[in-house]
């Protein structure tokens, strides 16, 4: 951590370009921080003084058992009773409750660090595992070795605990131990340098940023704001909790004399304008000396296809947010710029702060949802079967955008609900649309059965699979959303729309099993109405049709694509990382000059935002503009031939319908799979079988009413 302490006082500031403005708060800023820190206080944000002692008593009695644990693994090994003494394991923490924006009834993020000869899976996963069973206090147990970070679920003393391990290239853990020093990571294993970047990655925010009490009251409104937005969900494809911090953190540092209130407004204003992918970043990329893999789009072909990328700042420093893909970047595009207008409303005074966190009205979003219903034998099942499935969810929208080619998006619900009349039941919901914006061919059709069915085959390989978990992929309409899903069970009435000119009633074949219904073709002057035409078969989901929109939400998408469009140009740049030098942010000078409390006009602002992305750095210099296209089939097609979740012949077989599984090769679906694939590598199944799902974008005619 030297290094960066050095780095702040040779440059003056925190991050890799100036500050966007060193002005403090106005006395209109002060009002509107205090405004803000009521609301989250009244939102139950803060956690009583009673809840935090019982944290940290269980945190304290969680160390303990580790050593404990260590110990016991110790003898049993053979060692000699002076080292069974001296062997120490140790507890540290991470996440939200590190950062200090925890909430009542919050996880804690708890990592165990271990001596080299206490070993994942035969000591931590089954000696501890074992020892936590019998302790009374400890319920909901679940062990997930396999994790991308293995990690060991749990609730002791009715607090939440997940627990990682890292196994050190050490015979004795000191209780002193510095995990933020980059020689912690020597000789250790893949999953342990995952682990260990949780602690490290949450000090180094904490070290990077001017003002931590801001920086804090700034998260808790953002992570607030995600959560009632439906943008907060790492596995959905969204952000977590990481990530928020990390942007949070970036804007502390553009504004480091600004409270909470000037934060969030900077908050969005800043990120509304981002042009991902370029990358957001708190420190420069350091290569450092052990050879680690750092995120680095020159050399590695995965790093090039990440929409979004937030990069952590301890060594190895690593994409955070590799699970968004382009429908979740589009949907926190939108949250952004719908953030940012609400802010200046709220500067203005034409807005609350209770408007700017209203929840978002998903089931009143779309007209065409998939609904993905799972069910279980018992509690224990369907909670490690959910939790498998929400592992596999981003896999689906991935490849719904891979072979739609785009055309399709998903917007993913970040949370499941429950049907109280069946038992063991869960479900997820994802609202589709076309993309807007983009004129399609008439009778275009997109099909999406083989997507489905791959998805469904991905999820039914789960290794601890037993009878009675069941997956099930519909498509239901916004009117047919069932009402347990709305808050106390009651589905809301919808608004009524607002008046428009008569129009002529045609006869279309999209009802229910085939039947005609009327819909209504708007009139040459409003060409901005929306008609969507929907046909079932057996009660899935056989054509959908769309034409323009016309509802506000519509016309903004509308809107923002076009003005993206118009900025192809640097939307095409590659990865460009912002420039430490002062050549690159000499436009930012003027607005430093004077008073540290004279306010930047917002032109200026903006100008000194767009600077950010102006030049690359060294770290990142000479990326080609563009990928050769042979070169992106050819890495992904090889990509998807050595896929690693399931060893070559894997086969499964269950009895739930007596159906049997056989698949050479499951891929873990990563970003590469947005590249388009040639007609030649469809399923041959494609052609053989009855689609279960097939969108056809098409236009209606007036005369005949029919699909053209």
């Known amino acids: 951590m030297g290094s960066l302490v050095a780095a702040k006082r040779v440059n003056g500031h925190l991050g890799v370009t100036e500050p966007i403005s060193l002005s403090g708060p106005t006395e209109f800023d002060v009002i509107k921080t205090q405004e803000l820190e009521k609301f989250l206080e009244d939102a139950g944000l803060y956690e009583k003084q009673d809840e935090a002692v019982s944290r940290e008593e269980v945190l304290g009695r969680l160390d303990q058992i580790v050593k404990m644990w260590v110990k016991r693994i110790s003898r049993a090994k053979g060692f000699n009773e002076q080292f069974v003494q001296e062997a120490n394991a140790k507890i540290f923490t991470f996440g939200s409750y590190r950062l200090g924006v925890h909430g009542p009834g919050a996880d804690i993020d708890t990592l165990c660090v271990g001596p080299k000869h206490a070993t994942r899976e035969e000591d931590f996963f089954t000696e501890l595992h074992n020892m936590l069973a019998e302790m009374p206090e400890v319920t909901e147990l679940h062990p997930v070795p396999d994790a991308h970070v293995p990690v060991m679920k749990f609730i002791f003393c009715g607090v939440s605990i997940d627990l990682l391990y890292a196994k050190l290239a050490l015979w004795v853990i000191p209780e002193d131990l510095d995990i933020s020093q980059d020689s912690i990571l020597q000789n250790a294993d893949e999953q342990t340098v995952r682990s260990l970047n949780g602690c490290r990655v949450t000090d180094h925010i904490l070290r990077l940023v001017p003002s931590i009490q801001n920086f804090r009251t700034t998260l808790r409104c953002m992570r607030l704001w995600a959560k009632r937005r439906g943008v907060y969900s790492n596995v959905a494809g969204f952000l977590g909790g990481i990530n928020w911090a990390l942007l949070v953190a970036r804007i502390c540092q553009l504004y480091p004399n600004a409270l909470s209130s000037m934060l969030v407004s900077r908050f969005f204003r800043v990120y509304s304008q981002w042009r991902w992918p370029n990358p957001v970043m708190l420190c420069e990329i350091e290569e450092g000396t052990l050879g ?127 049907d109280k009349s069946k038992t063991f039941h869960c479900c997820y919901f994802m609202g589709l649309q076309r993309k807007q914006g983009v004129r399609v061919h008439d009778g275009g059709q997109f099909d999406i059965r083989a997507t489905v069915e791959e998805f ?132 930012l000078e003027p607005l430093e000059t004077g008073s540290v409390n004279q306010q930047p006009s917002e032109e200026a602002e903006e100008l000194a935002i767009k ?50 599984i056989s698949i050479g090769s499951v891929e873990e679906l990563e970003p590469v799979e947005l590249s388009a694939p040639s007609f030649s590598e469809l399923p041959a199944a494609t052609t053989q079988r009855r689609p279960l799902i097939r969108i056809s974008f098409s236009s209606v005619t007036r005369e005949t009413g029919r699909n053209a």
């Open 292 to 418: 680690l893999l750092v995120w680095d789009p020159r050399r590695n072909f995965k790093d090039r296809l990440h929409q979004m990328p937030i990069i952590t700042p301890a060594y190895p420093c690593m994409n955070s947010s590799y699970n968004v893909s382009l429908s979740t970047l589009r949907v926190m595009t939108e949250e952004f710029q719908r953030g940012h207008e609400l802010c200046e409303a709220m500067e203005a005074s034409k807005a609350e702060w209770s408007t700017l966190f209203e929840p978002y009205p998903f089931f009143e979003s779309y007209k065409n949802y998939l609904e993905i219903d799972i069910t279980a034998a018992n509690e224990d099942d369907l909670r490690k079967w959910k939790g498998w499935v929400e592992s596999r969810l981003r896999i689906l929208t991935l490849k719904i955008e891979k072979h739609t080619f785009g055309m399709l998006q998903c917007h993913p619900h970040p949370n499941n609900f429950s």
């Open 456 to 587: 469904k085959q991905s999820v039914n390989m789960y290794t601890l699979w037993k009878p009675g978990m069941e997956i099930q992929v519909s498509h239901i309409k916004r009117r047919n959303i069932p009402p347990f899903v709305f808050p106390g069970g009651i589905k809301p009435l919808r608004p009524l729309k607002p008046a428009r000119k008569p129009s002529k009633p045609i006869e279309t074949n999209c009802g229910i099993n085939g039947e005609k219904v009327s819909e209504v073709v708007p009139d040459e002057d409003d060409k901005q109405m929306y008609t969507q035409e929907i046909s079932y078969s057996n009660g899935h989901l056989f054509e959908v049709s769309e034409s323009l929109d016309s509802t506000s939400e519509a016309r903004k998408r509308k809107q923002m694509e076009d003005a993206s469009e118009s900025n192809s140009d640097d939307a095409k740049r590659p990865f460009l990382h912002p420039n430490k030098s002062p050549e690159s942010v000499r436009e």
């Open 611 to 660: 600077n950010i992305f102006s030049s690359p750095t060294t770290a990142i210099a000479d990326l080609p503009e563009e990928l050769d296209e042979y070169e992106l089939l050819k890495q992904d097609k090889c990509l998807e031939e050595t896929g690693d979740d399931f060893p070559a012949g894997h086969t499964q077989t269950h009895n739930a319908q007596c159906e049997v």
